[in-house]
């Protein structure tokens, strides 16, 4: 199994920046795919970016050149860098792991965007 715990969020003003972790433990190596998504209320999840073992990422086009996933292997923490943070970006943030029949998720973090 895997255990994944997210930090980082907290309140921002609009034009901001933020980053988020997420920290893994438990049966690494079955981890395919590692991606963070966000959920805002009334909305469903939408994948924003994800990294592949082999260190290809992928963005959303809503996040695109705004956002940067990346990972400290050695720490078994990804990160998710957050720019130009817009109201609209407000949201629960969760990372999720691929580990093939299904994604794991962590409990999510908080990131509001407001002045």
């Known amino acids: 199994q895997v255990q994944l715990v997210e930090s980082g969020g907290g309140l921002v003003q609009p034009g901001g920046s933020l980053r988020v972790s997420c920290s893994a433990s438990g049966s690494i190596f079955s981890i395919n795919a590692m991606g963070w998504y966000r959920q805002a209320p009334g909305k469903g999840r939408e994948l924003l970016a994800s990294?592949?073992?082999?260190?290809?990422?992928y963005y959303a086009d809503s996040v695109k050149g705004r956002f940067t996933m990346s990972r400290d292997n050695a720490k078994n923490t990804v990160y998710l860098q957050m720019n130009s943070l817009k109201p609209e970006d407000t949201a629960v943030y969760y990372c999720g792991a691929d580990v093939g029949s299904r994604i794991l998720w962590g409990p999510g973090t908080q990131v509001t965007v407001s002045s």
């Open positions: 990294i592949f073992r082999d260190g290809t990422t």
